[in-house]
């Protein structure tokens, strides 16, 4: 195995967050790092809470804030469902979605996402259909979805969120990419039981910071309640996270050369036979590959120093989620599979 391996196997960003997060990081001083915020003073729970409520031009209560978007889908959870609830999955989508309907002893209930030629995409009808025989306490939809990477438009959402005015809707936007976000004030009035959670991994490449958040409906005053911390959040991630909302052009630049990645991979990988790369609106491609080379390609690309994911999951067991790294690296990926075609004749 290299020395030195690229990473590109979690859906985090090789890019690193803009250079402001790491000066917040260089100033922080005594008071960010031994007094509880202040921000109570002025009627709000976080000069976070405030900052993204400015943002997307809603009240600062509807702004929920958690240790990354897993924590705020997890306290949804505990905060609504108990032994024998049932929610709503898609039927590709991220594992932990079960584990956290499981340690309140749900039911987790899956509805079909499908594969269609050059994306998957939801079966609105399905789904719909589903939701009024089970009728579900919540229903989780991810738009853009992992692993899959497809997303719904706008419109689609409006269209699903109509029909699902009876259960609380979560709407993991994980992998959304800011800018052009303006809908969240209009989903909130027309959707009192929505939930749309955010986070600063992805797009803004801080994983590690651990800030997610989630924008809550009219109705859920109960998840404000539950995830609300009295003596404040961590001064220190607020800042960076408040830094790298003001670096838009920096993340701008970066979602573009992702955007060329995403295309270079589904042109290339396509070109591979029994390969079949699909259209992605995330960080990450999902790859299909001959299940008889799943062992052979990880071997190969180890040696190259080069970890990507091989996904080991019930329906998506011959397929390799590959994460968006710099360019450099997704042209060495790129590269390196090609030369593991080339060699077993299959291109
Ligand atoms: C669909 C989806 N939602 C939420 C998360 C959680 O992100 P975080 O807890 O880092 O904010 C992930 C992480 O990979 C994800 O894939």
Not at 146 to 169: A, C, R, S, W
Not at 253 to 275: P, Q, V, Y
Request: contains cysteine; aromatic residues 12%.
């Amino acid at each position: 195995m290299s020395e030195k391996m690229i990473y590109l196997d979690r859906n985090e960003s090789n890019y690193g967050p803009a250079p402001a997060c790491f000066e917040v990081l260089k100033n922080a001083g005594l008071t960010k790092l031994s007094w509880y915020t202040k921000a109570y003073s002025h009627g709000v729970k976080s000069i976070l809470s405030e900052r993204i409520a400015n943002d997307f031009g809603i009240e600062e209560k509807q702004v929920v804030l958690g240790y990354g978007a897993e924590d705020i889908l997890k306290q949804a959870v505990q905060c609504y469902l108990t032994k024998g609830s049932k929610l709503l999955i898609p039927t590709y989508s991220w594992w932990y979605y079960k584990k956290i309907a499981d340690e309140v002893e749900g039911v987790g209930i899956e509805y079909p996402m499908v594969q269609g030629e050059e994306t998957f995409y939801y079966d609105n009808e399905k789904m719909l259909k589903i939701y009024k025989e089970e009728k579900p306490e919540m229903v989780f939809i991810a738009s853009p979805n992992n692993p899959t990477g497809n997303k719904l438009t706008l419109n689609e959402i409006k269209i699903v969120l109509k029909e699902l005015q009876d259960t609380i809707v979560v709407l993991d936007e994980a992998y959304a990419y800011m800018g052009g976000d303006d809908y969240i004030k209009e989903l909130m009035v027309e959707n009192p039981n929505l939930i749309v959670v955010r986070t600063f991994s992805k797009y803004y490449a801080l994983a590690g910071v651990r800030i997610g958040y989630g924008i809550i409906g009219a109705n859920l005053a109960a998840m404000s309640k539950f995830t609300n911390r009295y003596l404040g959040y961590n001064r220190i991630s607020e800042e960076i996270a408040i830094a790298a909302l003001d670096s838009p052009d920096y993340y701008r630049e970066i979602a573009s050369k992702m955007e060329e990645d995403r295309n270079m991979f589904f042109d290339e990988l396509n070109k591979i036979e029994g390969f079949k790369a699909f259209r992605s609106f995330a960080n990450f491609v999902l790859v299909e590959i001959p299940r008889e080379i799943y062992g052979t390609l990880k071997e190969f690309l180890l040696e190259k120093g080069l970890a990507i994911k091989f996904m080991n999951e019930d329906l998506l067991d011959h397929h390799l989620r590959i994460t968006l790294g710099t360019q450099e690296e997704n042209k060495m990926l790129c590269e390196a599979i090609m030369e593991y075609a080339v060699n077993e004749k299959m291109v």
